[in-house]
C-alpha cells in the first residue's frame, strides 16, 4: 500500500515539475540575455522577443544578421501568429514552433517586398524563430526538428543593439 502511495506521489510532482518547467521556460526566456542552441546540430545564438514592444520591432531597421543568428518571438499562448516585413531590410527564413519547441511550419526566403503580406502557419504555435535566409536550407530543418536551448548569457546590448547595422 505505501509503495502505491508513493508511486502516485512521485508521478504527481513529475507531473508538476514538467508543467511548471515548461511555464517556467516561457517565462524566463527574455531579451537582456543570448541563447545559445542547436537546430538540426547547427549552432544559433538567439536574442529574445518576449514583449509586445520587441516583437513589433522585430528585426526591421537592420541592415542584415551575423551567421548562425536568429530573433526568437515568445508569445504568451498558442495561437496562429502572423509575421510580416515591414520595414525589413534583408531576406529570412521564418519557423514557427510549438510549445515543445518542435517546428511545425517554415516559409524560407521572405523578401522585403512582400509586405504588406503577412505569413501564418497552418497550426497554432507558440514561438516564431526569424534567421538568415539559406539558415533553414543549409542545415536542412524540417517540420518536426527541434530548437534546444542549452545555455544563455547576459547580453552586453540591448535588442537593437545586438545584431549591428551594417
Do not use: C
Not at 504568451?76 to 515543445?100: A, R, T
Not at 518536426?144 to 551594417?166: D, E, H, M, Q
Request: neutral net charge; glycine residues 10%.
Amino acid at each position: 500500500m505505501k509503495i502505491l502511495l508513493y508511486s502516485g506521489l512521485v508521478a504527481a510532482l513529475a507531473g508538476l515539475f514538467m508543467f511548471a518547467g515548461s511555464v517556467l521556460f516561457s517565462s524566463q526566456l527574455d531579451s537582456t540575455r543570448i541563447y545559445y542552441g542547436y537546430v538540426n546540430n547547427a549552432p544559433l545564438k538567439v536574442a529574445i522577443a518576449n514583449t509586445e514592444e520587441t516583437r513589433a520591432k522585430g528585426l526591421s531597421g537592420l541592415e542584415g544578421l551575423p551567421q548562425n543568428h536568429g530573433l526568437l518571438f515568445v508569445f504568451p499562448e498558442n495561437e496562429k501568429y502572423g509575421i510580416w516585413m515591414k520595414g525589413m531590410k534583408f531576406s529570412i527564413d521564418i519557423v514557427w514552433l510549438d510549445e515543445d519547441l518542435k517546428v511545425i511550419y517554415i516559409k524560407s526566403d521572405v523578401h522585403p517586398d512582400t509586405y504588406p503580406n503577412i505569413f501564418y502557419p497552418p497550426t497554432n504555435a507558440r514561438y516564431v524563430l526569424e534567421t538568415n535566409t539559406g539558415f533553414i536550407e543549409d542545415q536542412g530543418v524540417q517540420e518536426g526538428a527541434k530548437l534546444k536551448i542549452i545555455s544563455y548569457r547576459p547580453a552586453i546590448f540591448n535588442l537593437g543593439g545586438l545584431f549591428t547595422k551594417g
